[in-house]
């Protein structure tokens, strides 16, 4: 389950660094799992909202990401003492830390994209995950625009779940970052088959530039999740 005391371990060790949703999103909902706020990637500890200060920001020169540029390879991690283990498609020659058990951020070498996969089970409704999410976000992220709130489905890739299909809800949004400047996240809950609850969830971050490559790392880590046993 998501808890707050889980996650916010994961916050202070990840703070330093820094999605769009996918091909496969459908319709609209109205927009709620509270413990944390994950930005750009990372669980962060929520920002208190403020005016903002007018400041300029250091020029972006590097070119907006491009899904033709990524190549992907498979990433692991897992729990030893219990031989649960994750695998997804992560983008090739982003850097891998593992930050619990069930939860592993990737980074770009230029720290500007990351990708973030928890898998951590919650007994909320995917629905309900989700919208907690959205409400916690909302009153605690600076600047906070939401671009877009969607739910679809994918149909897995991964041998171990052949011919099942992931559910997915997922938020979009931006927010501005002091240092960096606007930011781009998405951040999708997912489960899987008939089961209602979310079996994982998944957060990109980037430039709002870089949306569409960002949404195509999004699917790529989605249809091809597997948790084993």
Do not use: C
Not at 73 to 101: R, Y
Not at 197 to 213: I, K, M
Request: charged residues 15%; hydrophobic residues 40%; aromatic residues 8%.
């Amino acid at each position: 389950m998501f808890t707050r005391a889980t996650v916010i371990g994961a916050i202070l060790a990840v703070l330093a660094t820094t999605g769009i949703a996918t091909a496969a999103v459908a319709h609209s909902h109205s927009a709620s799992d509270g413990a944390w706020t994950p930005v750009d990637g990372n669980a962060t500890q929520p920002a208190v909202k403020k005016p903002a200060t007018g400041q300029s920001k250091p020029a972006d020169k590097v070119p907006a990401l491009k899904a033709a540029q990524l190549q992907y390879e498979h990433q692991s991690w897992g729990d030893p003492t219990t031989e649960v283990n994750m695998t997804i498609w992560a983008p090739k020659g982003w850097k891998k830390v593992k930050l619990t058990p069930l939860e592993a951020k990737f980074t770009s070498p230029n720290g500007l994209w990351n990708l973030r996969v928890n898998a951590t089970q919650t007994d909320q409704l995917l629905k309900a995950a989700t919208d907690n999410r959205y409400a916690l976000i909302k009153a605690s992220v600076e600047d906070f625009h939401l671009i877009s709130r969607t739910t679809g489905s994918i149909r897995a890739t991964n041998v171990n779940y052949q011919s099942m299909v992931f559910h997915h809800q997922t938020l979009t949004y931006t927010y501005t970052d002091p240092t960096r400047g606007p930011r781009l996240v998405i951040d999708r809950f997912v489960s899987l088959g008939t089961n209602p609850h979310p079996l994982f969830e998944t957060t990109t971050g980037g430039r709002p530039q870089d949306a569409a490559a960002l949404a195509a790392v999004t699917t790529k880590a989605t249809e091809d999740f597997i948790r084993l046993p």
